[in-house]
């Protein structure tokens, strides 16, 4: 059966054909009312879970200060391994480059953190 052929049958559940008599009719809409209320309770069910408001069945998605704590780790650990590597280099291009991606994830830590990174110096590295 064919993805056409589904679709044809799934209307033709719902749709009744149009010489159809009162009982026929009633049966179709009641059809038609027990999808869209299913399809409505459904949704419901989906934005309570996801609000985390039943935690027995399911705690939501994670919060806003979580995935600034896990965004503050990775940039951490981005800015302390560039700094290391951009302490290795001499100097040239590389270094810049270095320093320059070191400056956007400092900038990105100050917006997530609220407060500086303290870049350590090289010579403590």
């Given at each position: 059966m064919n993805i056409i052929e589904m679709l044809n049958s799934a209307f033709e559940m719902l749709v009744p054909p149009p010489t159809a008599d009162h009982q026929t009719q009633y049966i179709y809409q009641l059809r038609v009312t027990t999808v869209a209320c299913a399809a409505f309770l459904g949704l419901i069910a989906s934005w309570v879970?996801?609000?985390?408001?039943?935690?027995?069945?399911?705690?939501?998605?994670?919060?806003?200060?979580?995935?600034?704590?896990?965004?503050?780790?990775?940039?951490?650990?981005?800015?302390?391994?560039?700094?290391?590597?951009?302490?290795q280099e001499p100097s040239g291009d590389l270094k810049a480059t270095y320093t320059a991606m070191i400056n956007r994830r400092m900038n990105l830590y100050d917006r997530v953190a609220g407060k500086p990174y303290p870049l350590p110096a090289c010579s403590d590295l």
């Open positions: 879970l996801a609000a985390g408001l039943v935690p027995s069945v399911f705690g939501g998605f994670a919060k806003a200060s979580t995935l600034d704590k896990v965004w503050k780790y990775q940039l951490d650990e981005s800015i302390f391994t560039l700094r290391r590597q951009e302490c």
